[in-house]
């Protein structure tokens, strides 16, 4: 159980995180004085800065975590409401399960499509019920806490990032347990 509650810290961190990073990137550039700097260090040329900001704006500034388990998603929305003693800002989220109604999983994905840059909540707490279907160009990092309970769902899930745009998938797998171990040994062969 101790094992568990660390890797849904460990998730809720990296997704809040993220967020924070994004947003210090798009505050360099759109700084004049720091915006030639940050788009020459992220590998671009210098005029490039206001085209960066709107595309990490639109396509980067939010992210979905996937909890394998009921038990999972409520220790990550624990650690995503009170911080667990991260330094990184608490961001609001959406949750969304089987007990998700048909309407508020319309709503969470209107909402990922249609929002700004800063528009809250930013972040998506799931289980199964996106791994099919659920396709939302603007969602292009995810955390997937644990591994799956299959490498079909793995597939399902890890592709709901990057649809459209290139996507980051960051699977956060635990040491301690032996299969996990051996997905991470291998995890080219479990990824292919």
């Known amino acids: 159980c101790r ?13 809040r995180r993220y967020i924070q990073l994004i947003d210090d990137l798009i505050e360099a550039l759109g700084d004049a004085t720091t915006a030639p700097k940050t788009t020459v260090e992220l590998g671009f040329d210098a005029s490039k800065a206001d085209n960066l900001k709107a595309q990490l704006g639109e396509f980067l500034s939010a992210n979905m975590i996937y909890a394998n388990s009921n038990p999972g998603m409520s220790d ?15 961001y609001p989220f959406t949750q969304l399960s089987g007990d998700s109604s048909l309407d508020e999983i319309q709503d969470a994905i209107l909402h990922m499509e249609t929002r700004g840059p800063g528009d809250n909540p930013r972040q998506i707490l799931a289980n199964s019920v996106v791994s099919h279907g659920v396709d939302i160009a603007q969602l292009n990092f995810m955390v997937i806490s644990k591994w799956t309970k299959s490498i079909s769902e793995y597939m399902q899930v890890s592709a709901r990032a990057g649809r459209i745009q290139p996507g980051l998938v960051l699977v956060l797998l635990d040491g301690k347990s032996v299969f996990e171990s051996s997905v991470f040994s291998d995890f080219k062969d479990y990824h292919r």
């Not at 094992?3 to 997704?15: D, G």
């Not at 667990?84 to 800002?89: Q, V």
């Open 76 to 90: 990550i929305a624990g650690f995503l409401e009170d911080g667990g003693g991260d330094e990184a800002p608490n």
């Open 3 to 15: 094992v568990r509650f660390k890797a849904m810290k460990k998730a809720a961190k990296a997704s």
